[in-house]
């Protein structure tokens, strides 16, 4: 049963805390991305990987970071930078062979920050 | 990217056809339409995508005139399980990763 599994489904932390989101997939597609979104409001994206090793930043990457040293796993780590570390964030991936705008979302992980 | 508008909002009643309009006036040559589906706290479904004239599939058709600068989504007989948000989104077919632009989409809210 192939898709993208993101975890938890909840997160809580305090404040100046880093804290590490996992997203895996077993589409076996190249690129990879991290959204994020707001209530009421459209996606974000914070960072992409088109390639294991490599990724690139999106419009919302500060206080963020991330890793991809397999095909399978894209580890977004929110720091103690991030202002505003409390949303709803979204794993998701795509295979060249396609249209790159056709994604596969993960089910999410709803960040809470107090 | 060509910036998108749709509705803010839309109603409708079951079994009725929606149909939901997005502007892309400055849409470029190479960029294809694609829509999406969100529902509350799940991550958003790609539904169809299309460069011109009709695209139909098991779900839903996208109509897009030969100027190409709108595009509209039909949903044929709507339920109550449509009810989501619905996300246009425009740019070019790359083959490779590239940055998908989210909007506000329109928030359909079908009722009895």
């Known amino acids: 049963d192939g898709g993208i599994t993101q975890s938890p489904k909840y997160l809580f932390r305090k404040e100046g805390q880093n804290v590490t989101l996992s997203c895996e997939q077993n589409?076996?597609?190249?690129?990879m991305y991290w959204y994020r979104q707001d209530p009421g409001q459209g996606l974000r994206l914070i960072y992409y990987s088109q390639i294991v090793n490599d990724f690139q930043k999106g419009d919302i990457a500060e206080g963020y970071s991330v890793s991809r040293e397999k095909k399978e796993s894209f580890p977004l780590t929110v720091t103690s930078a991030q202002k505003n570390p409390t949303a709803f964030y979204l794993c998701?991936?795509?295979?060249?062979?396609?249209?790159?705008?056709?994604?596969?979302f993960g089910p999410g992980t709803r960040l809470t920050v107090t | 990217l060509a910036k998108t508008t749709q509705p803010i909002s839309m109603d409708s009643y079951e079994g009725q056809e929606v149909n939901i309009t997005c502007s892309h006036n400055n849409i470029a040559t190479n960029d294809y339409i694609t829509w999406y589906q969100q529902f509350p706290s799940q991550g958003p479904r790609f539904i169809i995508q299309g460069y011109k004239t009709k695209v139909t599939n098991e779900v839903a058709s996208l109509f897009i005139p030969a100027d190409r600068k709108s595009s509209t989504l039909s949903l044929p007989r709507v339920s109550l399980s449509d009810t989501a948000v619905y996300y246009c989104?425009?740019?070019?077919?790359?083959?490779?990763?590239?940055?998908?632009?989210f909007g506000t989409g329109t928030r359909l809210q079908v009722t009895l």
């Open positions: 989104l425009v740019g070019p077919y790359t083959g490779t990763a590239s940055k998908l632009t």
């Open positions: 998701a991936s795509s295979s060249p062979g396609t249209a790159s705008y056709e994604q596969y």
């Open positions: 589409l076996n597609h190249d690129a």
